[in-house]
C-alpha cells in the first residue's frame, strides 16, 4: 500500500485592520478546506496596536494554527527573516497573501524560489495618493513575481491585466460565505446598538470601512429627504475609518443627529443583521463585498449600486435594487419603495437569500481554491 502523500502546507499572511473581507476569505478557507490534504495556518502581522487579535481569535476558534510576527514601520528586516524562518520550519509549500504589506513581505520572506506564492486581489479602494501608490507597486512591482493573483470579482480582471501581470496569472474566484464565519466573530460583551426605545420603526444601514469611495454622504442626503416623509426611519452607520469626521459633520449639517447614528466597528454582526432591515450599498467602487452576501443570506433586502460585482447578486426588482453609483435621487426612491412596499421587499430578499445560497456559498470558492492550491503544488485538482 502508498503511503498517503503529506498534505499541503498552506500559509496564509495578513497584515490585519479589523474584520473584513481579507479576514472573512482566510476564516472561511481555514474552516472549509479538506484537511486531509491541506494543513492551513495564519501569520498575522502585529503592528502594536490591538487590531489583529480579533483575526487571530476567530482563525483559532476555526482550527487554524495561528502565529504572530512583529512588524515596526514600514520595511522591518527582522520581521522578514522571522516570517523566513517560519516558513522554512514549518516546510511552508505555498504563502497566501492578502494585502499590500503581506504581499511585499511575502515575496522577500520566500526569495528561494521553492515556495509558491498565491496572492488575492480584495479591491482596495483607490481613495488616496498614496493608496493609488501602493497599489501600483504592487501590481507592477510584487504581483508579478506570484505564481498566480486571484481577483474576487470579474471587474478586477481588466485592472490587474493593465500591469505587468502576465494575464495567464489571473484567476477569478468569487467570495463564498459561510454564515458560520459571523459565529467565529461575534462578541456577546459589545454594546448594543443605538436604536429608538420604540420597536415601531425601519432601520437603514451602510455598512462598511468610512472611505470616500463607499459613498456613504449620498445615502446621508437621500436619508434627509425621506426623513421628513418617514417619521420611523432610522439609519445606522456601522464601520470606522478617515471619512467618520466628515460624516458626522454631514449628519449634524443635514439636522438628521436624532436619526442617524454612526456606531463604529462592531464584532457581533449577527446581532447588527438581525435589528436592521434594509441594507445600503451605496458605494462609487466595489468587488463583491461580504457584507451584501451576508445579509442576503439572512435574508435582508438590499439596495445597492450597480458597480464591480455587485448586479450579479443583485438583480434589480429580483433579488433588490439596484442603481447607478453616485445617484441620490435614486437612493431615495428605492428606499422609499422599500419602506412603501414591504410585500415586494419580502420577496426580494427570499429570492437574494436563495441566489446565495445556490451560487455563492462557501463550497464553491473553497473548491477553486483548493483546484488551484493543488495545481501549484503539483498534485491534480
Known sequence: MNPSPKRVRVLHIRDSGGMFGGERVILTLGRNMDREVFDCSLMCMDRGDGRSRHLMAAAERSGMHVESVRVRGRLDWRAIRHLGR?????????????????DFYGVLATPDGRVRRVATAHGSTRDSFVKRLYLSFTEN??????????????????????????????????????????????????????????????????????????????????????????????????????????????????????RVRCCGVRKNMRRVYDSIDYLVIPSLTEGLPYVMLEAMACGIPVLATAVGDIPLLVRDGRTGYLVGPGDTTGLTRRMRDLITMPETARAMAQEGRNLVNERFSAPSMVGKTQDLYLSLAGRQG
Open 86 to 102: 517560519f516558513i522554512r520550519e514549518r516546510e511552508i509549500d505555498l504563502i497566501h497573501t492578502h494585502d499590500f504589506k503581506s
Open 141 to 258: 512591482l510584487v504581483y508579478p513575481r506570484f505564481d498566480t493573483v486571484i481577483a474576487v470579482s470579474e471587474d478586477l480582471r481588466p485592472r490587474l491585466e493593465g500591469s505587468c501581470l502576465k494575464p495567464e496569472k489571473i484567476r477569478v474566484i468569487q467570495n463564498g460565505l459561510d454564515i458560520g464565519v459571523l459565529d467565529l466573530c461575534g462578541d456577546d460583551h459589545e454594546s448594543p446598538l443605538p436604536l429608538p426605545s420604540n420597536g415601531n420603526h425601519r432601520v437603514f444601514a451602510v455598512i462598511g470601512r468610512l472611505y470616500p469611495d463607499k459613498g456613504h454622504m449620498f445615502f446621508l442626503h437621500a436619508f434627509e429627504t425621506l426623513a421628513h416623509e418617514f417619521p420611523g426611519i432610522t439609519g445606522l452607520i456601522v464601520g470606522d475609518g478617515p471619512e467618520r469626521e466628515r460624516i458626522q459633520s454631514g449628519i449634524r449639517a443635514l439636522g438628521i443627529e436624532e
